[in-house]
């Protein structure tokens, strides 16, 4: 006879809101739309003629990544009930901290 098991013992870690929310599969037309937009700035600054005016791609760049982070939160506050602006600001830290480090070092070394 298999083993049921008891409710006490069933702990979710999203219930105590402990958990990040759940990962959705990635957007590719938008991760596409936020990398032209990276590739415009970078081609204007690069002084392609034709790409003249790479403030279009930081404005398209902003908006992407303002859908990204509005669609986090939200996310966080159907899981969670609540939203922690320490805990969104944390993950931030330890997804870029370590690529920032890594340039500063070899800047620095380069130097």
């Known amino acids: 006879m298999p083993r049921v098991k008891s409710p006490e013992r069933h702990h979710s870690p999203a219930a105590d809101g402990c ?10 037309d938008i991760q596409g739309l936020r990398a032209v937009a990276v590739g415009l700035v970078v081609l204007s ?10 403030y279009v791609g930081v404005g ?3 908006v992407v990544s303002g859908f ?7 996310r966080e506050l159907a899981a969670t009930g609540r939203v ?13 901290l370590p690529a ?3 340039v500063t070092a ?3 070394g380069g130097a």
Not at 19 to 28: E, F, G, K, N, S
């Open 45 to 54: 600054h690069a002084g392609v003629s034709r790409v003249a005016g790479g």
């Open 19 to 28: 958990a990040p929310p759940p990962r959705h599969t990635p957007r590719l």
């Open 60 to 62: 398209v760049f902003f």
């Open 100 to 102: 920032s480090s890594l």
């Open 68 to 74: 990204f982070i509005t669609s986090l939160l939200l």
């Open 84 to 96: 922690s602006l320490r805990d969104f600001y944390a993950r931030r830290a330890l997804r870029l």
């Open 106 to 108: 070899v800047t620095l």
